[in-house]
């Protein structure tokens, strides 16, 4: 298996690009285009646990689009092989003084493109 190969590494990039331009403008759509629509597809927020695509759609739908603004930091994408990739970043929100937020994903390439199947967002008190 090969890590890190340069033209997987781009495509996974931009996908991670588009999400975080989706993330801060609340483009619904577009985050759900990125999350695979399976009934396996997990994301744990910061409150919640969302099994499946359709739990992950409702947060998306119900969710209020203040204060999603941020700024990310140290953000590494890894790609094993050409089909699975990991995206881990550290983000901080005005809306969080003191904290800052991790998010690491699982992505996977599909017949329709690179899709985030597992998530993971906290927060924890800023060292």
Request: no cysteine.
């Given at each position: 298996?090969?890590?890190?190969?340069?033209?997987?590494?781009?495509?996974?990039?931009?996908?991670?690009?588009?999400?975080?331009?989706?993330?801060?403008?609340?483009?619904?759509?577009?985050?759900?285009?990125?999350?695979?629509?399976?009934?396996?597809?997990?994301?744990?927020?910061?409150?919640?646990?969302?099994?499946?695509?359709?739990?992950?759609?409702?947060?998306?739908?119900?969710?209020?689009?203040?204060?999603?603004?941020?700024t990310?930091?140290?953000?590494?994408?890894?790609?094993?092989g050409?089909?699975?990739?990991?995206?881990?970043?550290?983000?901080?929100?005005?809306?969080?003084?003191?904290?800052?937020?991790?998010?690491?994903?699982?992505?996977?390439?599909?017949?329709?493109?690179?899709?985030?199947?597992?998530?993971?967002?906290?927060?924890?008190?800023?060292?």
């Amino acid at each position: 298996m090969e890590v890190d190969i340069p033209e997987v590494k781009a495509e996974v990039e931009a996908a991670f690009a588009i999400y975080e331009t989706a993330l801060g403008a609340n483009d619904v759509e577009t985050l759900g285009r990125l999350f695979r629509d399976a009934p396996e597809t997990i994301r744990y927020g910061i409150g919640e646990n969302l099994y499946g695509f359709a739990e992950i759609a409702a947060f998306r739908s119900a969710r209020s689009p203040a204060g999603l603004a941020r700024t990310i930091e140290r953000t590494v994408i890894t790609t094993y092989g050409r089909d699975f990739a990991v995206a881990s970043t550290l983000f901080r929100r005005d809306s969080m003084p003191g904290k800052i937020g991790r998010q690491m994903q699982t992505w996977v390439r599909t017949e329709d493109g690179w899709k985030v199947v597992a998530a993971h967002v906290s927060v924890i008190a800023e060292a």
